[in-house]
């Protein structure tokens, strides 16, 4: 029981700290949308990578460590369809936080303001952060939701999980499309640096 509960509190701690760090960045970023990135942002998105990465690895190894508890107490452990969601939800985390390590952050890192990047980009952007969004805050409440243990089925669960992604998604870049738009009707100041990289040649 001990070392379940060690397990339990060490699986929390690492779904908390993740979301926090998550919702405290994103405020944030959200605020300068506009602007070309402070050196200290940019500094935070490092550190909020790292920390994200060491929560998921921590979350896998509670995770599984949880399973293997239950399971050798009591087999019916498995049957539980609302296990196998937020299995399925951290793979869905693990895949798209590889895919934002792949392609966002390298985007993110070159300095440039966020609606001043492509069109497509983006709102591809916008479309993993909404999906890392959505898969932390459902991953935190299946871990609450003791009212579905062994009641409801994988079906309902996943549908729930789309139809948050599906909302979340098309609100989010329904907004940013608008602050886009908004950001490109105002008088533009230009950067000395902003002016270089144009004189350079850059797509951007």
């Keep these: 029981m001990l070392l379940k509960n ?5 699986h929390l701690l690492a779904m908390a700290l993740a979301v926090g760090k998550m919702l405290d960045y994103d405020v944030r970023f959200l605020w300068t949308v506009h ?8 500094l935070d998105l490092e550190r909020t990578k790292s920390t994200m990465t060491l929560a998921l690895i921590a979350l896998w190894l509670s995770g599984a460590a949880l399973v293997y508890v239950g399971y050798t107490q009591n087999p019916a452990y498995l049957m539980n369809e609302k296990l196998w969601m937020k299995v399925f939800t951290v793979l869905v985390l ?12 390298p985007v993110l890192q070159r300095g440039h303001a966020f609606l001043d990047l492509p069109y497509v980009q983006m709102l591809g952007l916008t ?16 871990g609450i939701a003791r009212s579905w243990t062994h009641t409801a089925p994988f079906g309902f669960i996943l549908g729930v999980y789309a139809t948050l992604i599906l909302v979340a998604g098309g609100t989010a870049l329904l907004g940013i499309t608008l602050l886009r738009q908004i950001h490109i009707k105002r008088p533009q100041f230009s950067h000395p640096a902003d002016t270089e990289i144009k004189h350079a040649g850059c797509p951007h």
């Design 6 to 10: 060690a397990l339990t509190f060490c």
């Design 35 to 42: 602007t070309r990135p402070s050196a200290q942002l940019l």
């Design 94 to 105: 693990t895949l798209n936080g590889w895919l934002m390590h792949r392609f966002a952050f």
């Design 127 to 142: 479309l993993f952060a909404t999906l890392s969004s959505v898969s932390w805050l459902y991953a935190s409440f299946l």
